[in-house]
């Protein structure tokens, strides 16, 4: 469900009962009287527009990106797709439909898995379309290739040595 959205930074939604909003850099989650704040660190340095650019520049020079809230791009690891609904748009991808994106799926991007694991933007291109996902990285092979099972996901990616691990 996506989030009823204005300018990146103020938007909100209702999942499960829960009210979400996102105020600044912080998503604050109410249910039942009880809100919870998250911080959803886009600071001056890591703004939405360099942040977004980050995602755009990679895609266009090399196809994809997996990245996290803050900018970091992980060098290690495996990044398993399908942890949200895929967003397809012919490529080239826009500015706006990565910030919709984001906005959309901001609460996985704010929280670890149940695993312990983290959640990222992850992105590639394939026969002229750009996919957008929220992926999980995981430091174990297995680990990844068994997610990958659980999601029905074609493929892992290695971010080590920049390959795709078809199942």
């Keep these: 469900m996506p989030y009823n959205a204005t300018p990146f930074g103020h938007a909100s939604r209702t999942l499960n009962g829960a009210q979400l909003a996102v105020a600044g850099k912080n998503l604050i989650t109410e249910k039942e009287g009880v809100k919870v704040t998250t911080r959803f660190d886009l600071s001056e340095s890591r703004s939405e527009v360099s942040l977004i650019a980050k ?3 990679s895609i266009e020079a090399t196809g994809g990106v997996t990245i996290d809230r803050n900018g970091n791009v992980p060098k290690e690891g495996f990044a398993v797709g399908g942890r949200s609904a895929e967003g397809v748009f012919p490529a080239p ?3 706006n439909q990565v910030k919709r994106f984001i906005l959309t799926n901001l609460e996985l991007l704010a929280s670890p898995n149940e695993d312990g694991t983290l959640n990222y ?3 590639w ?9 929220i992926v999980t990285v995981t ?19 290695d971010l080590k040595n920049e390959k795709e691990i078809l199942l």
Excluded: C, M, N, P
């Design 125 to 133: 291109s394939h026969e002229g379309k750009v996919y957008l996902d």
């Design 121 to 123: 933007f992850g992105a």
């Design 139 to 157: 430091t174990e092979d297995l680990h990844a290739i068994f997610l990958a099972g659980i999601r029905k996901q074609l493929a892992v990616w």
């Design 93 to 95: 991808v826009t500015y």
């Design 55 to 57: 995602i755009l520049a």
